[in-house]
């Protein structure tokens, strides 16, 4: 069970969340809450999450003064979606983090009175600036979330840094973009993503019309707080498919993505519960961006990402990694949602977006274990919910399965085949890399309820499964009868030592 990030779920009534947020401002409060998550086995140990409470996207990652940070979508108040707030948490390796006060918090009567929504970091003049979406409620006929409710305004709001643990931030009182073109009826108007080019800043704004498609929005700027729209940098297509939320029926794109990449341009956007990657061209004349290639980023329940230039040059990305859980279930438990692992990410020569694990996440490496693997069925050591699995395969290799058992019961399942060129997981397919000798490599990451499946560089499938025990679990291999190769496991060391604190 899937669920949008713009979905109402479960809304605090509006007096008693309108308290809540004058009183929440500080860290002891927001970690106070609750210590149930510390001992859930179901809460992962070495992806990032928050303390406790309803996370989602990464918000404005940068790395400033020696330090990488990770903003994200927050609901200080419960674990359920609503109230959004901006996290914050402090790097120096990407992996191990210090959870800081929160960032951006609504303001009452302000622009952004019922959420501070998604948005990005950029330095400006020598100050780390970020550019969000405000959202406050406003008559239908102002609205711009088509989602069936039709009450909420979004606008672009501006905030700097006052320091250099980037701390405390000023807000701009009113929006630097407050309506969306005049001659648009848009199905949304959200998630600023800015570059700079030698003409000035540009932005690209999701949006998208009803019976058109999604597209992205350009605006140009020359100090980030008056801003020129200019036109659609790029329009998707109708697909015929009809739904009350336009981003169920890809006529908004969400959370775009633009940047160059191994002498490409990039856009990624979010839609229709998936994340779509493009590689095309971009006229710095005429500022449109034109798709000549697309693919899936990940094909299970990753979402929304956002990616920035590391010091090195490398661009990472994380994404939000989705519950699949009934909701009951996840505001019992306390928290929801967590980031992914922080994937590398390139262009190889036909184009295609590729992507790995940041490599500073082998520094959780335990004593690695290693063998074999011949056709048919057979079990690896699995003692740990959070491990590294990686196979290797021989080029007579044409089909393989993974299953990890509990209580030798299959609880979850990913099915490779080569000859047809499909995979398989949680009732997901997908296509596979293209083979020239040897199958792609396969690397699993276990942490509790999370699994990542990554299939080469080029597929990737996110995956939830709640039923996992320690010491009740084994992974299964079975390759087909010609199939062979050789595996390696290693467990990962958590990186906190009760799951709330970083």
């Known amino acids: 069970m899937r669920f949008h990030r713009r979905a109402f779920m479960t809304m605090l009534a509006s007096a008693a969340a309108a308290s809540l947020r004058r009183r929440v401002t500080a860290l002891p409060q927001f970690m106070a809450a609750s210590a149930a998550p510390a001992h859930d086995s179901l809460r992962p140990a070495y992806h990032f999450l928050a303390p406790h409470n309803w996370m989602n ?8 003064k020696g330090n990488y940070h990770l903003f994200y979508q927050l609901n200080p108040h419960a674990a359920v979606w609503g109230d959004m707030h901006w996290g914050h948490a402090i790097s120096t390796d990407m992996v191990h983090w210090h959870h800081e006060p929160i960032a951006l918090a609504p303001t009452p009567g302000g622009a952004d009175s019922e959420g501070c929504f998604s948005g990005s970091a950029v330095v400006f003049h020598g100050v780390p600036t970020v550019i969000y979406t405000g959202v406050q409620n406003a008559p239908r006929d102002q609205a711009t979330i088509r989602d069936g409710n039709d009450k909420l305004r979004e606008t672009q709001m501006l905030a700097t840094a006052d320091d250099d643990q980037l701390l405390h931030w000023n807000k701009l009182a009113q929006p630097v973009i407050a309506t969306p073109p005049p001659d648009m009826h ?48 790029c329009w998707g297509k109708p697909n015929g498919l009809k739904a009350a939320n336009p981003c169920d029926s890809g006529e908004m794109w969400e959370c775009p993505d633009f940047f160059t990449l191994d002498g490409h341009h990039c856009l990624l956007y979010s839609t229709e519960n998936k994340v779509y990657w493009t590689t095309g061209d971009y006229d710095p004349h005429t500022h449109l961006y034109t798709p000549r290639q697309q693919g899936i980023v990940d094909h299970g329940a990753f979402y929304a990402p956002k990616s920035f230039l590391a010091p090195d040059g490398r661009r990472i990305q994380w994404g939000w990694i989705q519950e699949t859980r009934p909701q009951a279930e996840y505001a019992a438990a306390g928290w929801a949602g967590c980031m992914s692992l922080p994937r590398v990410l390139g262009v190889n020569a036909e184009g295609r977006l590729t992507m ?8 959780l490496r335990g004593t690695p274990m290693r063998g074999t693997l011949k056709g048919g069925a057979q079990n690896l050591p699995l003692d740990l919910l959070h491990q590294e699995v990686a196979l290797n395969l021989a080029p007579h290799t044409q089909s393989a399965t993974l299953r990890l058992l509990v209580d030798k019961k299959p609880a979850w399942e990913l099915v490779l085949d080569w000859r047809s060129g499909t995979g398989r997981c949680a009732n997901r397919t997908f296509p596979l890399p293209a083979r020239t000798a040897a199958p792609a490599p396969v690397r699993l990451y276990l942490d509790a309820s999370v699994l990542e499946a ?14 996992l025990r320690p010491s009740h679990i084994a992974l299964e291999v079975t390759l087909d009868a010609a199939g062979s190769g050789a595996w390696t496991q290693c467990p990962l060391a958590a990186i906190s030592p009760d799951r709330l604190t970083a």
């Open 356 to 363: 790995r694990v940041a490599a500073e996440v082998e520094k």
């Open 454 to 467: 990554f299939i080469g560089d080029t597929a990737a499938i996110t995956t939830r499964c709640y039923t």
């Open 186 to 233: 848009v199905t949304g108007f959200r998630d600023p993503c800015p570059w700079q080019e030698s003409d000035g800043w540009y932005l690209a704004i999701g949006s998208g019309q009803r019976g058109r498609g999604g597209c992205i929005l350009l605006y140009r700027s020359h100090d980030l707080r008056h801003w020129e729209y200019v036109h659609p940098m």
């Open 57 to 64: 996207d990464p918000n404005g990652p940068i790395w400033w």
